[in-house]
């Protein structure tokens, strides 16, 4: 049981918006701290997507952005494509825990 | 350009030892904090370790604590996992990643803010009689 919560898996066909939900709590996101997104393609180490809510690092699209409100952030994805099929997951603070992770979502391209 | 390389997973019995070592490049090792992320076949991401950039403050997971040991080597730009008295619900891939945002404050250190800027690409560590 992760504590930060995903949807297990999400879907949409390409050019389409989709979104990606975490819900965490007054201990950790709802506490202010900070929330990062990864993409994992199939077979292959973690990529840091977003940083710090909405920040983007060099080289990822801006079809890729990020939120955050009270105690949820979410990923969001625009002009969908085949090569975004991966697991997104997650990552923020928890005061009782350090680094946590949510527990990751399938993305799907139809 | 930065890169992670992890070695030393393998096949090894319930109560054995390990020790991961990961490889850093193109970046000055020694002014990062870096972390130990873990994953299950088929299951998510868990933080498993972190250590500070100076070496003189180390975390870890409850999971963990009193059987795993990070540290780093500066003369080799290595970071190190030893784990010992290992359990079959160890078995995961082990990636070792790099933090911008650790920081120090008096004789506290805080990965409030930490993310993971690079990974390396991960060794399978297999805990099995």
């Known amino acids: 049981q992760s504590v930060l919560t995903q949807p297990p898996s999400v879907s949409g066909a390409p050019g389409q918006r989709v979104t990606i939900s975490c819900t965490g709590s007054s201990s950790n996101i709802g506490a202010g701290y900070d929330v990062h997104w990864y993409q994992q393609l199939p077979g292959t180490a973690p990529k840091l997507l977003i940083y710090g809510n909405n920040n983007r690092p060099s080289g990822v699209p801006d079809r890729f952005s990020g939120s955050k409100s009270g105690t949820s952030a979410s990923l969001a994805i625009t002009g969908l494509q085949a090569e975004d099929e991966a697991d997104y997951y997650c990552q923020s603070y928890d005061s009782s825990l350090a680094g946590v992770f949510g527990g990751g979502t399938k993305l799907t391209v139809l | 350009e930065v890169q992670l390389v992890e070695s030393g997973g393998g096949l090894v019995q319930p109560g054995g030892s390990l020790r991961l070592s990961c490889a850093a490049s193109g970046f000055t090792f020694s002014s990062y904090w870096m972390h130990w992320v873990r994953q299950a076949p088929g299951k998510g991401l868990v933080w498993v370790s972190r250590i500070n950039s100076d070496g003189t403050s180390t975390s870890y997971a409850d999971s963990v604590k009193g059987r795993f040991t990070i540290s780093r080597d500066y003369a080799k730009k290595t970071l190190y996992l030893q784990m010992n008295s290992l359990r079959a619900e160890d078995t995961a891939v082990y990636y070792c990643?790099?933090?911008?945002?650790?920081?120090?404050?008096?004789?506290?250190?805080?990965?409030?803010?930490?993310?993971?800027?690079?990974w390396g690409q991960g060794t399978l560590v297999t805990v099995s009689s």
């Open positions: 990643a790099r933090d911008l945002e650790g920081y120090c404050s008096g004789a506290s250190c805080y990965s409030d803010r930490s993310y993971f800027d690079y």
